[in-house]
């Protein structure tokens, strides 16, 4: 079956641009999560949807950064005015919340973003 | 949000044992511990997930104490295809619509032959 799909997979912008991220997740999928990792670095939490509930949208940032999704699911991750440090991959993933809360995430590619 | 702390990296040979502890000294009683394996240019990809005391599965082992403060990724027999960075993750298993999500900054392995 086919796995979380993001697009698109390099996107090199000029500083100052808005650019969009999208993700398709695994169908069925009602979690969906985005991350950001730097070179070299971890991943830092960025958003969380999960059904119909409010995303937790507690590891943005800053309000340049916004995501929706649409229908339960796909999601688009958008950067405003995009500076030099919003570098980085950004990484989706999409789950499902099991019984007695235990859940896999199933992560995309990513996209590699460069702001130039 | 819960912190962890994990080594920076560590080196092993093949078919050796590997030990990777996580710390997560305020681990809340929601969460739940779940390991990821990274390899380069590639998105995470979940090893095990556990609650407290032991589990284990086809390719690892997850040890974690009474007081759940920390827990211990085990790999058995590592293979040169093991190399790669191990993320420990303390999240809500909790579908309340929000979920604190903390990544370690992660171990990198590197076996060697």
């Known amino acids: 079956g086919a796995g979380v799909s993001q697009s698109p997979s390099n996107k090199v912008t000029e500083k100052g641009k808005d650019v969009e991220l999208r993700c398709d997740p695994i169908?069925?999928?009602?979690?969906l999560y985005w991350y950001r990792q730097s070179l070299g670095q971890g991943l830092e939490f960025l958003i969380y949807?999960?059904?119909?509930?409010?995303?937790?949208k507690s590891g943005l940032p800053s309000d340049r950064f916004s995501a929706e999704r649409t229908g339960g699911s796909v999601s688009t991750l958008t950067i405003q005015r995009t500076q030099q440090e919003d570098s980085a991959v950004y990484l989706c993933?999409?789950?499902?919340?099991?019984?007695?809360?235990?859940?896999?995430?199933?992560f995309g590619p990513g996209t590699r973003l460069t702001v130039l | 949000l819960a912190k962890t702390t994990q080594p920076i990296s560590m080196d092993s040979y093949e078919g050796q044992e590997v030990n990777i502890t996580c710390s997560h000294n305020n681990i809340a009683t929601n969460d739940y511990i779940t390991w990821y394996q990274q390899f380069p240019s590639q998105g995470p990809r979940f090893i095990i997930q556990g609650y407290k005391t032991k589990v284990t599965n086809e390719v690892a082992s997850l040890f974690i104490p009474a007081d759940r403060k920390s827990s211990t990724l085990s790999l058995p027999r590592v293979s040169l295809s093991d190399t790669a960075v191990y993320y420990c993750l303390v999240g809500d298993g909790g579908d309340t619509g929000r979920r604190a999500l903390t990544f370690g900054s992660g171990t990198r392995l590197q076996v060697q032959p």
């Open positions: 993933a999409s789950s499902l919340i099991l019984a007695g809360g235990l859940y896999e995430q199933f």
């Open positions: 169908s069925g999928h009602t979690a």
């Open positions: 949807f999960q059904g119909n509930s409010a995303p937790d």
